[in-house]
């Protein structure tokens, strides 16, 4: 276990335990209207931020540093600050640029893992269509989530409102959208980085 990785994931991990006793004082004293979906993007934030030691240990598989560090600012973007205390909704475009970096930053995850497997040589073509394609494949899933999520809670977490036809699919299509780009834009640079690695070891 990689000592940089494990107090890495502490420490967000503080963060987020932080964020929950202040969210909890102020909605018990009235300050602050707390949501029920707060407290549950809260759970999944304290899950979700020990992947990275969970997959150094029961998986053995070890990731770029700054590409945990990164996923680590993306639950804190996401679940805390964008969910938990309600930022999507004081600053729109916030949930777009979160969607296109995930684009980029699962690209890049899925190239890690790529990279880590015992078959991991593909020619460019090939490797671009890998990451763009569990990139999107996720950017997917995560819309399925939030679909099934508010039918169960009655939330309203893809803005569809009161909404019909091509109006309420704007903000789920604008999602897909940013996901689209963010991960063609992650092809890009992984396909760079795999270049200059080949380059690398020619010499």
């Known amino acids: 276990m990689r000592k940089?990785?494990?107090?890495?994931?502490?420490?967000?991990?503080?963060?987020?335990?932080i964020s929950f006793v202040i969210y909890l004082a102020?909605?018990?004293?009235?300050i602050y209207d707390a949501r029920m979906v707060g407290y549950l993007c809260w759970f999944g934030y304290i899950v979700l931020v020990w992947l990275p030691i969970l997959c150094e240990w029961l998986l053995k598989?070890?990731?770029n540093f700054v590409i945990i560090v990164s996923f680590e600012i993306f639950l804190?973007?996401?679940l805390i600050v964008g969910t938990q205390w309600g930022v999507y909704g004081l600053f729109k475009p916030l949930?777009?640029?979160?969607?296109?970096?995930?684009?980029?930053?699962i690209a890049f995850i899925a190239y890690e893992l790529f990279s880590l497997s015992k078959i991991n040589k593909v020619n460019?073509?090939?490797?671009?269509?890998?990451?763009?394609?569990v990139s999107m494949m996720c950017g997917?899933?995560?819309?399925?989530?939030?679909?099934?999520?508010?039918?169960?809670?009655?939330?309203?977490?893809?803005?569809?409102?009161?909404?019909v036809g091509r109006a309420a699919l704007f903000d789920t299509m604008w999602d897909l959208i940013c996901d689209f780009f963010g991960s063609i834009l992650g092809g890009i640079f992984v396909l760079l980085m795999e270049k200059k690695k080949q380059k690398v070891e020619k010499e």
């Open 124 to 133: 460019m073509f090939w490797l671009f269509f890998i990451v763009f394609s």
């Open 61 to 63: 598989v070890k990731f």
């Open 76 to 78: 804190v973007a996401t």
């Open 140 to 163: 997917g899933v995560w819309e399925i989530w939030e679909f099934t999520f508010d039918g169960l809670l009655g939330n309203d977490s893809q803005n569809a409102g009161d909404l």
């Open 4 to 17: 940089s990785v494990l107090w890495t994931t502490i420490g967000f991990g503080i963060l987020g335990i």
């Open 95 to 105: 949930d777009k640029i979160v969607h296109f970096a995930s684009g980029i930053l």
């Open 26 to 30: 102020l909605d018990l004293s009235g």
